[in-house]
């Protein structure tokens, strides 16, 4: 097989995925350094009331679920890197307008610009025109890595940075690491030969009505926003628990979050390899879930600062391990012509779930206190765990992309592996694109890229 048929990423390939995974993490780091602070200013700042912190928390998400979609389709026309150039430098006014307010009223409005700097699906398009086919879902595994990467650095940085520079400071600096995006954008990320639609990598319109009738697909959209309203629901709450129910000094909360998320990691990870390996998918799922609830309750009726420490590592263990599964669910799940539409569902569905964890989180304890938080996180897990218990299982097929040309359907069929073909022709920059459902534990893989087109392959 020639070297251009390799199955490693081509040096711009790989310049790409690292450099668009450090402009994503930048952004990520930023939106959530706030998360395990922010509820420790709730009676420093005027006119703040614990609903007010939720929707300042959340709103974020709001402004990012509506526009994410819209910058996308701006990008097709104007071009991917003049649109991530706009939405950082939104998002970095939003930085210094929330650093710089004086009032609750204030950070709301500047949260809400750093959402409207909505560049994930454009920079996920960028990431599409910068990669061949066939080596695409490697590009965007190193950028998801990146935002689980960013969440958990967030909960060891915030608590460090509030000591240093309070919580303005942590604003400034993202703002500074949005500009430092901005540089690598510019002298780091390629220019794309040419830009196009990528129906693996967007959110095609003429297919939403096929997503939405998926049932399988919006129990995963369903299960991505309860996730994430569980998350800003807890975290309106989890600053002042350590610091008053455990009693530590929250320039000292980094201590007990990097241990407890590295513990959390090491939980999680024999069940991702038996959920992958054993294809126990499904089990797998139910039992983080159930998981999750545990440790809600755990939380709700600790008695002791260790029962509350063995609960957040709980928590955290499901936590991690229900985001690291469900973008492979929808892959599993989705039709492969579909994918970049299931997916921008599902990326909305995690901002929506965002803004509503953070603004019913806040009512829920603004009238009913902590515990009221608590009620309204397991009613919304244990709908969660109705949805999963009923779900299908999964089928154990992947997604892949080829760039092919005088290749039929049967001859993709043929090969070892490969359980479902589709030909796109519509694409014209591109060529005629092959979109298949594979068994990766035994495809082919030489012979499949052998029928790739020579002069894609070669990158």
Do not use: C
């Not at 959340?58 to 994410?68: E, M, P, S, V």
């Not at 890197?81 to 307010?101: Q, R, T």
């Not at 069940?271 to 089990?283: T, Y």
């Amino acid at each position: 097989m020639p070297s251009s048929f390799s199955n490693n990423l081509a040096a711009q390939e790989r310049r790409a995925a690292i450099s668009l995974a450090m402009i994503y993490a930048f952004r990520m780091l930023g939106l959530f350094m706030i998360l395990p602070v922010f509820a420790l200013y709730s009676d420093k700042l005027p006119g703040a009331t614990p609903l007010l912190m939720g929707i300042a928390l959340g709103i974020y998400g709001l402004t990012q679920a509506l526009l994410q979609i819209p910058f996308a389709m701006w990008s097709d026309k104007i071009g991917r890197k003049p649109v991530l150039y706009i939405g950082l430098l939104v998002f970095a006014v939003g930085s210094i307008v929330a650093g710089s307010a004086e009032s609750i009223e204030g950070i709301i409005f500047g949260r809400a610009l750093q959402g409207a700097g909505a560049i994930a699906a454009t920079l996920m398009a960028l990431a599409a025109d910068l990669s061949r086919e066939e080596h695409r879902l490697k590009m965007m595994a190193m950028i998801g890595a990146s935002i689980g990467a960013a969440f958990a650095l967030s909960m060891v940085i915030g608590p460090m940075m509030n000591t240093w520079i309070g919580i303005s400071g942590i604003f400034y600096s993202t703002a500074v690491m949005a500009l430092i995006g901005i540089l690598i954008l510019y002298f780091i990320v390629p220019d794309p030969l040419v830009s196009y639609f990528h129906r693996d990598a967007q959110l095609n319109t003429s297919s939403l009505a096929d997503v939405f009738k998926d049932r399988e697909l919006l129990r995963l959209d369903a299960g991505i926003f309860i996730l994430h309203f569980v998350l800003m629901s807890l975290f309106l709450v989890m600053p002042l628990l350590l610091r008053d129910f455990v009693d530590l000094a929250p320039e000292k909360h980094w201590q007990l979050y990097l241990p407890v998320f590295a513990v959390s990691l090491v939980v999680m990870l024999p069940f991702i390899i038996l959920a992958e390996r054993k294809q126990a998918m499904k089990p797998v799922f139910v039992g983080a879930i159930v998981a999750s609830i545990v440790a809600t309750l755990g939380f709700l009726f600790s008695s002791s600062v260790t029962f509350f420490i063995i609960s957040l590592v709980l928590f955290f263990a499901g936590f991690n391990l229900l985001e690291a599964s469900l973008p492979s669910l929808i892959s599993k799940t989705a039709n492969a012509t579909q994918k970049g539409t299931a997916m921008g569902v599902y990326s909305s569905s995690q901002f929506f779930g965002a803004f509503a964890g953070g603004s019913v989180g806040g009512f829920a304890h603004q009238h009913w206190g902590v515990q009221g938080i608590y009620y309204v996180v397991i009613l919304a897990l244990s709908f969660w765990l109705l949805l999963a218990l009923t779900m299908k299982k999964p089928s154990y097929l992947s997604t892949y992309l080829l760039n092919v040309d005088n290749v039929s359907v049967e001859q993709l069929l043929a090969v070892d592996g490969v359980i479902e073909a589709t030909l796109i022709d519509d694409e014209k920059q591109s060529g005629i694109v092959a979109y298949l459902k594979v068994k990766k534990r035994i495809l082919d893989e030489e012979k499949l890229l052998s029928l790739a087109t020579s002069d894609r392959a070669s990158g």
